[in-house]
């Protein structure tokens, strides 16, 4: 079916940046939204961005907006997260997922999940 890597996490300090990465394979990648999703330990999965098949619109959690900006180059398989200004409450596990729709609708899950990549930020 779909395979989903990412890459890109790791350890920062409060206040520095992050670029997450992940490619798609085995489905046709332009035709579908893209979206990040995470989870701090203990916690539910939340939503972070979204982002619809070309690239045109873009959607984002209120504990996000104006920090992180999601991004797509469908030459390359891949949609980007990049992560400014980062707070130690940005500290989860950060996934990325494709959905069966070219937009991103409202509480709508992904059917397609990446592994997961983890982000830590010290304060």
């Known amino acids: 079916q779909v395979q989903l890597v990412e890459s890109g996490g790791g350890l920062v300090q409060a206040g520095g940046s992050l670029r997450l990465s992940c490619t798609a394979s085995g489905r046709t990648f332009s035709n579908y939204a893209m979206g990040w999703f995470r989870q701090a330990p203990g916690k539910e999965r939340e939503f972070a961005a979204a982002?619809?098949?070309?690239?045109?619109?873009?959607y984002y959690a209120d504990s996000v907006k104006g920090r992180f900006t999601i991004s797509r180059d469908n030459a390359k398989n891949t949609v980007y997260l990049q992560m400014n200004s980062l707070k130690p409450e940005d500290t989860a596990v950060y996934y990325c997922?494709?959905?069966?729709?070219?937009?991103?609708?409202?509480?709508?899950?992904?059917?397609?999940w990446g592994q997961g990549t983890q982000v830590t930020v010290s304060s």
């Open positions: 982002i619809s098949w070309t690239g045109g619109n873009s």
């Open positions: 997922g494709m959905f069966v729709t070219k937009y991103y609708i409202g509480g709508s899950r992904p059917a397609y």
